[in-house]
T-cell receptor
Framework: GENVEQHPSTLSVQEGDSAVIKCTYSDSASNYFPWYKQELGKRPQLIIDIRSNVGEKKDQRIAVTLNKTAKHFSLHITETQPEDSAVYFCAASKVLTGGGNKLTFGTGTQLKVEL | EPEVTQTPSHQVTQMGQEVILRCVPISNHLYFYWYRQILGQKVEFLVSFYNNEISEKSEIFDDQFSVERPDGSNFTLKIRSTKLEDSAMYFC????????????FGPGTRLTVL
């Protein structure tokens, strides 16, 4: 089955700096790669996603890149703010024969933005 | 903006008891999922459900687990005989037909098995 590795497990940056989180996946059938932000005790919130036919996508301070050949994808947050502090999960998804899609999550990155 | 809702927010049960976790997916969504997250760990896929059938289940989803869509709005996860290791946060998610990849998560039910 799919295996998603995520690094680093913790990341501490100064406010205003950039943060980069990297993931790799194993199943070449995966075609959709979302990123979720999870604050303590809350639900995972989708913050950005990318499909396998696209190499890069940007939404304000957040960008995601995908290298299908290397099976790598990364989240980039610029101009970090204290409210960016949370756990970030990457995921890889493939379509299910019976309908819908299955998300396989990475192990998460605890991002701390310090003042 | 419509959201997935779940009840209860916290369930405490004794080992061996049955529990039913309830979810109301977003109303026009067609694909429904359950995931679990053991404290401090990653989110793990349990099961997906479409057209009144399970479309995929993980190795975690053994005979103790079942899902049901008893009416047009609810989606339930039943654990027949809970074990200590079932203690986790259980998230329901749903996705729509046009953008079926995007899964929207509910707030979760924290299950504590004593």
């Amino acid at each position: 089955g799919e295996n998603v590795e995520q690094h680093p497990s913790t990341l501490s940056v100064q406010e205003g700096d950039s943060a980069v989180i990297k993931c790799t996946y194993s199943d070449s059938a995966s075609n959709y790669f979302p990123w979720y932000k999870q604050e303590l005790g809350k639900r995972p919130q989708l913050i950005i996603d990318i499909r396998s036919n696209v190499g890069e996508k940007k939404d304000q301070r957040i960008a995601v890149t995908l290298n299908k050949t290397a099976k790598h994808f990364s989240l980039h947050i610029t101009e970090t703010q204290p409210e960016d502090s949370a756990v970030y999960f990457c995921a890889a998804s493939k379509v299910l024969t019976g309908g819908g899609n299955k998300l396989t999550f990475g192990t998460g990155t605890q991002l701390k933005v310090e003042l | 903006e419509p959201e997935v809702t779940q009840t209860p927010s916290h369930q405490v049960t004794q080992m061996g008891q049955e529990v039913i976790l309830r979810c109301v997916p977003i109303s026009n969504h067609l694909y429904f999922y359950w995931y679990r997250q053991i404290l401090g760990q990653k989110v793990e896929f349990l099961v997906s459900f479409y057209n009144n059938e399970i479309s995929e289940k993980s190795e975690i989803f053994d005979d103790q687990f079942s899902v049901e869509r008893p009416d047009g709005s609810n989606f339930t996860l039943k654990i027949r005989s809970t074990k200590l290791e079932d203690s986790a946060m259980y998230f329901c998610a749903s996705s729509g037909q046009r953008s079926y990849n995007e899964q929207f998560f509910g707030p979760g039910t924290r299950l504590t098995v004593l």
